[in-house]
C-alpha cells in the first residue's frame, strides 16, 4: 500500500473519530480546582525541593506495526510529576557525545523519530511567581535500538502473514552523564505530530458572510441613521494578504468600515472641529465627496477617552492547537503573538492559557503578568494535531476566566484561531447564542485570526461582535506588533460597551444620505434605547471613524422630527452616542450638532486618508454606489505629504494596480 493511500486512511480514521466524539453542545470538562499553576510565596520551601528531586519515569510504547521510510518512530511516555508545568525532552544519538535537548511539551508523552540507535531522557520543569525556572532530576535513560537491516516495509492492514518485532530498550539509572541544554547542532532525532495528519488541499474554503449595503434614504421619510460601534480591523489586514498573495478579494471579504477603521486619524490632536464629551470626544467634518459630484462626504470620528490609570488585566488565551493550525502563518505566529502581548503585562495582571483541539486543555492558570519566561516556554510546547472543538475551548476558558475574575479590572478572553471549527458548535446562529450566554459573565472576548486558505472570517466576527469583543486578523509580525503592541490598551482594555450610534439629519440641509459601510452593524431605530440590544466596544483611547455619503437639500425641503419647521437651522445633523460603563448595565447618552462651522472648503488629509480607504473598499467590492471610485484616483487622494498611514495604504494602492491588468 503506498504511503498516500496509507495517510488517506489515517486523515479519514481520525476524522470519523473526533466526529463522534463529542456530543452537540458538549461541556467543558476543565477541572478548576486542580489547575496548573506556578509555585507561589505561599509554597514552602519543601514543596519546591519535593519537586526537585523528583524525578519521572521514562518508557515508550511498542514499535508501530508498519513504517514509511529509513525512519522508525516511537512514542515516549511517563507519569505525570507533581506540579510541573512541562517536561523538557533530551536525546543522545550513538555517535554524539552528550545529551541535547530536541523539544518540549506540557503532555505525558512525546513523538520522536530516529534513523539512528538513540538515548533519551527527561526532565520536569516548572516557574515560580517570580518567573524563576525550576527543573526536576533527569528521569532514567531509556535507549531506543534503530533496525538497520529490518524486512521491506508493510502496512499492517495488507493481506498477508504479520512480522511479530522484538521490543528492546536498555533502562539507565542517571549516572553523571552529560546534558546540553541547548543543542550544539541538529540532532539525529527529530519530532513531529502523531495522530493528526491533515493533507494539504489546492482548493480554496475561506468563508464570508454576506450583507446588503446601506442604500440612500430619503430624510423627508426616513431621518434617523442607527447602527452599532464597530472597531474591528480585520478586514484590511485580510485584504492587504490577498492582494500581497495574488489572489482574488472576495467582495464579502471587503467590509468597509474595517478599512477605514484601520487607520489612526489623530482626531485628539485636533482642537477646532471635535468636542470633547463627557466619556467621548466628537470629531466632524463636511467637505466635496470625491466619488460623487454632487453628493458631499461627512466624516465622523467618536473617541473613547484613555483612562488615567490602567485597570489591572485577567487574560485567558484560547488557542487552537488542532490540525488545520499546522501552518507557519498560523501557530507560530500565534506563538509569536502570546509573547509579543506578555511584554505588555505587569504582576498586578493574571494570563492563564488553555489549548483545544479533539478536547480542552489548561496549560496554565492564575500566572502573574511579568512571568514571560513560564509563558514563552508553555506557548513553545503547542503542536497542532487533531479536529477542532471549539465550543469546548470557550466554555474552559470562560470557567478559567470567571475563576481568576478582577472585580473593576480588565477580564478579557484572547481567542487564537483560523475559525475552523469542525466538532460541536459550528453553525453561526448556534455560535451567536452560545457566546451571548457567556457575556452575561462581564468577561470580554477578543478574536485574533491566522491563515489563509481555510479561514473561516464570518465565524469569527460573530464570536467578536457578541461577545463584547474585538476581531482582528493577523497575517505577519509587524501585524501583530501593531495590534498587540502598538495598539495593546486600545484593543485590550475596553472604555465603553454597548455603544450605539445614531444621526438625525435636518431636511433643510440634507435630501438623502448613506451610511458608508457598517452592512452588518445596522440596527432598528427602536433599539437605540433598548438597554438589552448589543451594541460594540470601544476600547481606550480607540476611536470609530464614520463616513456618510450626503445629498444636500433644496432650499424649500421640510421635517417632521426635530426640526419640525423651516427655521433657517445651520445644523446638518444631530449625532447622539449610547453607552454603558465597562462593568455597567444602564446606559448613557451623549450628543453633538454638526453644522455649518463644520464644513470645510477643501477635504483635511484626515477626510482624504478616510476617503481613499473607502474609495479602494468600494471599488473592490464593485460597490453599486462607487460612482468614480477608481484605485488610481484613491492614490491621488493621498498625493503630497502623508502620514505613516497614508503612505501604507498609497503602498498597497500601488502594488494592487501593478498586479491587476484588467483595470479599465
Given at each position: 500500500?503506498?504511503?498516500?493511500?496509507?495517510?488517506?486512511?489515517?486523515?479519514?480514521?481520525?476524522?470519523?473519530?473526533?466526529?463522534?466524539?463529542?456530543?452537540?453542545?458538549?461541556?467543558?470538562?476543565?477541572?478548576?480546582?486542580?489547575?496548573?499553576?506556578?509555585?507561589?510565596?505561599?509554597?514552602?520551601?519543601?514543596?519546591?525541593?519535593?519537586?526537585?528531586?523528583?524525578?519521572?519515569?521514562?518508557?515508550?510504547?511498542?514499535?508501530?506495526?508498519?513504517?514509511?521510510?529509513?525512519?522508525?518512530?516511537?512514542?515516549?511516555?511517563?507519569?505525570?510529576?507533581?506540579?510541573?508545568?512541562?517536561?523538557?525532552?533530551?536525546?543522545?544519538?550513538?555517535?554524539?557525545?552528550?545529551?541535547?535537548?530536541?523539544?518540549?511539551?506540557?503532555?505525558?508523552?512525546?513523538?520522536?523519530?530516529?534513523?539512528?540507535?538513540?538515548?533519551?531522557?527527561?526532565?520536569?520543569?516548572?516557574?515560580?511567581?517570580?518567573?524563576?525556572?525550576?527543573?526536576?532530576?533527569?528521569?532514567?535513560?531509556?535507549?531506543?535500538?534503530?533496525?538497520?537491516?529490518?524486512?521491506?516495509?508493510?502496512?499492517?492492514?495488507?493481506?498477508?502473514?504479520g512480522v511479530d518485532y522484538e521490543y528492546e530498550e536498555e533502562v539507565y539509572e542517571e549516572a553523571g552523564y552529560d546534558i546540553a541544554y541547548e543543542p550544539a547542532e541538529a540532532p539525529a532525532a527529530s519530532t513531529s505530530v502523531k495522530g493528526g495528519y491533515y493533507p494539504s488541499s489546492e482548493y480554496n474554503t475561506e468563508e464570508y458572510s454576506h450583507s446588503e449595503e446601506s442604500s440612500f434614504k430619503n430624510v423627508s421619510t426616513d431621518p434617523v441613521s442607527t447602527f452599532a460601534a464597530d472597531v474591528d480591523t480585520a478586514s484590511y489586514a485580510n485584504i492587504r494578504r490577498l492582494i500581497n498573495d495574488g489572489s482574488p478579494i472576495p467582495e464579502d471579504a471587503v467590509r468597509?468600515?474595517?478599512?477605514?477603521?484601520?487607520?489612526?486619524?489623530?482626531?485628539?490632536?485636533?482642537?477646532?472641529?471635535?468636542?470633547?464629551?463627557?466619556?467621548?470626544?466628537?470629531?466632524?467634518?463636511?467637505?466635496?465627496?470625491?466619488?460623487?459630484?454632487?453628493?458631499?462626504?461627512?466624516?465622523?470620528?467618536?473617541?473613547?477617552?484613555?483612562?488615567?490609570?490602567?485597570?489591572?488585566?485577567?487574560?485567558?488565551?484560547?488557542?487552537?492547537?488542532s490540525g488545520s493550525m499546522d501552518n507557519k502563518d498560523k501557530l507560530p505566529l500565534v506563538k509569536e503573538s502570546i509573547e509579543m502581548l506578555t511584554k505588555n503585562m505587569s504582576e498586578n495582571d493574571t494570563i492563564s492559557i488553555v489549548t483545544y483541539s479533539g478536547e480542552e486543555r489548561a496549560v496554565l492558570a492564575g500566572a502573574k503578568g511579568n512571568c514571560i519566561n513560564a509563558v514563552t516556554d508553555l506557548a513553545d510546547c503547542m503542536e497542532a494535531s487533531g479536529c477542532t472543538n471549539g465550543e469546548r475551548g470557550i466554555n474552559a476558558a470562560y470557567e478559567i476566566a470567571e475563576k481568576y475574575f478582577i472585580e473593576g479590572g480588565n477580564n478579557r478572553i484572547i481567542l487564537c484561531t483560523d475559525g475552523d471549527l469542525n466538532v460541536g458548535i459550528s453553525d453561526e446562529s448556534e455560535l451567536k447564542k452560545l457566546i451571548e450566554k457567556k457575556r452575561e459573565s462581564g468577561v470580554f472576548f477578543t478574536v485574533l485570526g491566522y491563515g489563509k486558505g481555510n479561514i473561516k472570517d464570518n465565524k469569527m466576527e460573530t464570536l467578536a461582535d457578541n461577545g463584547n469583543g474585538s476581531y482582528h486578523y493577523i497575517d505577519c509580525s509587524d501585524e501583530a506588533a501593531k495590534v498587540l503592541i502598538e495598539e495593546c490598551t486600545e484593543n485590550i482594555i475596553t472604555a465603553a460597551k454597548d455603544v450605539k450610534i445614531q444621526a438625525e439629519f435636518n431636511p433643510e440641509k440634507v435630501k438623502s444620505y448613506r451610511l458608508i459601510g457598517y452592512d452588518n452593524r445596522r440596527l432598528g431605530n427602536e433599539d437605540f434605547d433598548n438597554d438589552k440590544k448589543d451594541g460594540g466596544e470601544v476600547g481606550a483611547g480607540q476611536s470609530v471613524t464614520v463616513l456618510y455619503e450626503i445629498i444636500p437639500a433644496d432650499a424649500n425641503s421640510k421635517s417632521s422630527l426635530k426640526y419640525q419647521k423651516s427655521t433657517g437651522s445651520k445644523d446638518w445633523c444631530t449625532v447622539k452616542i449610547r453607552y454603558k460603563e465597562p462593568d455597567g448595565s444602564k446606559s448613557k447618552l451623549a450628543s453633538a450638532v454638526v453644522d455649518d462651522s463644520f464644513v470645510h472648503k477643501a477635504p483635511s488629509s484626515r477626510m482624504k486618508l478616510a476617503a481613499a480607504a473607502a474609495m479602494f473598499g468600494m471599488y473592490l467590492k464593485d460597490s453599486e454606489y462607487k460612482g468614480s471610485s477608481h484605485p488610481d484616483d484613491a492614490r491621488k487622494l493621498l498625493s503630497g505629504p502623508k502620514s505613516h498611514d497614508a503612505q501604507n495604504l498609497d503602498l498597497l494602492i500601488e502594488y494592487y494596480i501593478q498586479t491587476n491588468f484588467d483595470l479599465e
Open positions: 500500500m503506498t504511503k498516500r493511500k496509507i495517510s488517506a486512511i489515517l486523515a479519514a480514521a481520525m476524522a470519523v473519530s473526533c466526529v463522534g466524539a463529542f456530543p452537540t453542545e458538549a461541556r467543558s470538562q476543565i477541572d478548576t480546582s486542580d489547575l496548573p499553576t506556578l509555585f507561589s510565596s505561599k509554597n514552602d520551601e519543601s514543596a519546591i525541593l519535593k519537586f526537585k528531586k523528583s524525578k519521572p519515569k521514562l518508557t515508550a510504547e511498542s514499535r508501530e506495526d508498519y513504517y514509511y521510510s529509513s525512519v522508525e518512530s516511537r512514542t515516549l511516555k511517563w507519569e505525570p510529576v507533581d506540579n510541573a508545568l512541562l517536561y523538557y525532552v533530551y536525546a543522545k544519538p550513538s555517535n554524539k557525545k552528550s545529551f541535547e535537548k530536541i523539544g518540549a511539551t506540557y503532555d505525558t508523552e512525546f513523538f520522536t523519530t530516529y534513523s539512528i540507535t538513540t538515548s533519551y531522557c527527561i526532565r520536569a520543569v516548572s516557574y515560580d511567581e517570580n518567573d524563576t525556572k525550576i527543573i526536576s532530576r533527569t528521569s532514567n535513560k531509556i535507549t531506543l535500538k534503530y533496525r538497520a537491516n529490518r524486512p521491506t516495509p508493510y502496512y499492517a492492514n495488507d493481506a498477508g502473514e468597509i468600515e474595517e478599512m477605514i477603521n484601520y487607520f489612526d486619524y489623530d482626531y485628539d490632536t485636533d482642537t477646532k472641529y471635535t468636542r470633547r464629551l463627557d466619556t467621548f470626544s466628537v470629531y466632524s467634518e463636511i467637505a466635496d465627496c470625491p466619488w460623487n459630484e454632487d453628493a458631499k462626504l461627512l466624516q465622523l470620528g467618536i473617541e473613547a477617552y484613555a483612562p488615567e490609570t490602567i485597570p489591572d488585566s485577567n487574560l485567558v488565551f484560547l488557542v487552537d492547537v
